[in-house]
């Protein structure tokens, strides 16, 4: 079982478990994009013997999500950005709609927040406490929908609050980004976390997105070097591989069709969440997450036990898309589940 802020991808642990190597491992539990860009750095003749500079990397980054550079701060990873943003504003209330990425939970109970959250499948219209930190991930965590947030912002605005959105799977999906609102609303942060869709957990880098004059407060408070040289260029080369985000999204799209109809098959299935992101939350029925979690072991598959997640319990699970092949092991895994 997992503790309260335990995630997908402990492939690791699992292979060891089963006494494997992690190669033999299919993780259906892991969001990291299964598409890998093309790399074209040569590590081996790196000098190192520098402090990094990241005016490159800014640049790209910029480029990409069309904003300033000086809208922009890097950080050591998606969880990085999110710790930094909530010491950094020292606010005394949080709210956060939830189910939701369990790292936000954690900052709040370590920075002292006062933490609301609200059920973002029954009360999302639920009005929230003026000066609150909002935080709303969207695509959302772990069901994957998209969310037309528009109003939302407008009516958070109204109550003085400051609001966090995290974007860290919209590039999966053709929504427009709220980065286009930064200049409207004065206390509008979004994430990026750039590991996801590019494939690299193990590369950390995270982007926070804000007015110039928020970014230009955070820098004050944040060291020179945070990025190692590798990080930097390993995501550099990546957003330079210019065909990657429109063959990615499209096999994407194409693999999330098929698992779709996989899961469909199975009436230990109670409902598949509608998803725009590259999972999907399944709710199960006559069955816990537990029992298919240990039936699959014997495939060496891995999917997400989300019971410890916000206003889900035992009967959730969350299934990535991958490749075709680790769909039709799933499948062989599913067919025998209960024979």
């Known amino acids: 079982m997992l503790d309260d802020f335990s995630h997908g991808g402990q492939i690791e642990q699992f292979a060891k478990e089963l006494s494997c190597s992690t190669d033999e491992i299919i993780d259906l539990s892991s969001n990291i994009n299964f598409i890998k860009p093309t790399i074209d750095v040569d590590f081996n003749n790196i000098d190192i013997s520098s402090y990094p500079t990241y005016d490159n990397l800014y640049l790209k980054i910029a480029n990409k999500y069309q904003v300033q550079k000086d809208n922009i701060e890097l950080f ?25 990425y369990l790292e936000y939970k954690r900052a709040s109970k370590i920075y002292g927040y006062e933490l609301d959250t609200i059920n973002r499948f029954t009360q999302i219209t639920r009005a929230v406490k003026p000066n609150s930190l ?6 959302s965590t772990p069901d994957g929908k998209y969310y037309d947030i528009e109003e939302f912002l407008e009516a958070w605005d ?13 590039d999966f999906t053709n929504f427009k980004s709220a980065t286009r609102f930064i200049n409207r609303y004065k206390k509008l942060y979004i994430l990026k976390s750039m590991t996801k869709f590019y494939s690299c957990a193990s590369v950390r880098c995270g982007t926070l997105i804000s007015s110039i004059s928020n970014i ?21 080369s990546a957003l330079d591989d210019k ?21 469909e098959k199975y009436n230990f299935i109670e409902e598949i969440y509608p998803s725009d992101a590259n999972f999907f939350l399944v709710k199960l029925q006559n069955t ?44 062989k895994g599913l067919d025998s589940f209960g024979i």
């Not at 109204?158 to 919209?170: M, P």
Request: with cysteine; charged share 20%; glycine share 2%.
């Open 134 to 139: 909002v935080v709303f991930v969207n695509p």
């Open 158 to 170: 109204r109550l003085n609050c400051t609001i966090l959105i995290d974007e860290s799977f919209l």
């Open 216 to 236: 230009k407060n955070i820098k004050q408070n944040e060291p020179m070097w945070k990025l190692s040289l590798f990080d930097s260029l390993y995501l550099q």
């Open 76 to 100: 050591n990873g998606g969880s990085s950005a999110i710790f930094a943003l909530f010491a950094h504003l020292n606010l005394s209330h949080c709210t956060i709609y939830s189910p939701a």
């Open 243 to 263: 065909i990657f985000a429109k063959t990615a999204k499209a096999i994407n799209i194409k693999n999330h069709i098929l698992l779709k109809q996989l899961l």
């Open 288 to 331: 816990t997450s537990l029992q298919i979690i240990n039936h699959l072991k014997r495939y060496k598959i891995m999917v997400r036990d989300c019971y410890n997640f916000d206003y889900l319990d035992d009967s959730f699970i969350r299934v990535a898309v991958k490749n075709e092949t680790s769909i039709k092991e799933l499948e």
